[in-house]
């Protein structure tokens, strides 16, 4: 079965020259020339990935792209955004939203295909039907050999440190700029709470996301002190989340401690390639992560110093 494309926008020049070069990678090409018919055709269709310009009639493609994100089987889709606008907050928008950012210009195609290849098992005859970043090979042999399956194009111009915009969820009403925070990318709810409560204890205050692109849009604008992160998540696995991270200037300095229950050697060496402080398995060591923490928290800040309590996280 063949990928689809659609590609959303109002310049009927751009929209041939993209057709035809995706055609040419072996995609199936569908468009729409104004916001409103690219909502219906991704809700109707829901298509392997999407090129969207920002300013369209009828709405623009960030506010489609924000819909997406609201939606739970088009939030995965890959979005590329084109637009001619490289102020700040276009920029920023498109990384909140996990979007490619890819400014048009003659050379455009040589900013959108290096995407396309790497989303997908992609060459000049034709691709494979399984995008890569999205989901994760279960088979531990399959991870043997290269990791650097992904090596996104992602091209960030202008950003700004991001200010608080994400809303704590219940319970966690404490002011992040009053103590240490770290950000925990966790599906388990189990482990999440014991390592919010546990790392509560000590003044350090944990912020949760369930999955891999919102916690990728929370680092982004809110700047943890570190972050804990899974493997196995939805909509991203780790690696792709990692390699998001290190990939934007805004969060490639954030320290990433990889938290999760596969062992597998090859997936520790994936995920120290990418960036990661440290890698920790499951049920986990308190004191392994106590250290890391501490090795990792911003000393040049007021923090609070974290005991070691007897017992490890189930």
């Not at 079965?1 to 055609?23: E, F, G, P």
Request: hydrophobic residues 35%; charged residues 30%.
């Amino acid at each position: 079965m063949t990928n689809t494309i659609l590609i959303a926008d109002d310049d009927a020049d751009i929209v041939d020259l993209l057709t035809r070069r995706c055609q040419q990678l072996g995609f199936n090409v569908d468009s729409a020339s104004n916001a409103m018919t690219a909502l219906g055709k991704i809700e109707k269709n829901q298509p392997d990935a999407v090129i969207l310009d920002v300013d369209m009639p009828q709405g623009s493609g960030l506010s489609v792209c924000e819909m997406m994100v609201k939606h739970e089987e088009l939030q995965i889709i890959p979005v590329i955004m084109l637009t001619g606008s490289t102020t700040h907050d276009t920029v920023r928008r498109c990384h909140e939203l996990c979007a490619y950012y890819v400014p048009k210009g003659p050379d455009v195609w040589s900013r959108v295909e290096p995407i396309l290849r790497d989303l997908f098992d992609c060459n000049d005859t034709g691709l494979e039907n399984t995008p890569q970043e999205i989901e994760f090979e279960s088979d531990a042999n399959k991870l043997e050999g290269p990791t650097d399956l992904m090596d996104t194009v992602f091209a960030v111009l202008g950003v700004e440190e991001g200010s608080s915009m994400v809303e704590d969820e219940p319970g966690q009403t404490e002011q992040r700029s009053d103590k240490p925070w770290v950000l925990s990318i966790e599906d388990d709810d189990d482990i999440a709470l014991a390592l919010r409560l546990r790392l509560q204890e000590f003044g350090v205050q944990v912020i949760r996301a369930d999955a891999g692109t919102e916690g990728y849009r929370r680092a982004f604008l809110d700047s943890p002190r570190a972050i804990i992160l899974d493997y196995e998540l939805p909509q991203g696995n780790g690696d792709y989340v990692l390699r998001r991270l290190k990939e934007s200037p805004v969060t490639c300095d954030i320290p990433v401690i990889v938290l999760t229950g596969r062992r597998e050697a090859s997936i520790e060496r994936q995920m120290r390639s990418l960036g990661a402080s440290e890698f920790l398995t499951k049920p986990l060591d308190w004191k392994r992560l106590r250290a890391a923490l501490q090795l990792n928290l911003d000393e040049s800040q007021e923090s609070t110093h974290i005991e070691s309590p007897e017992k490890t996280l189930a």
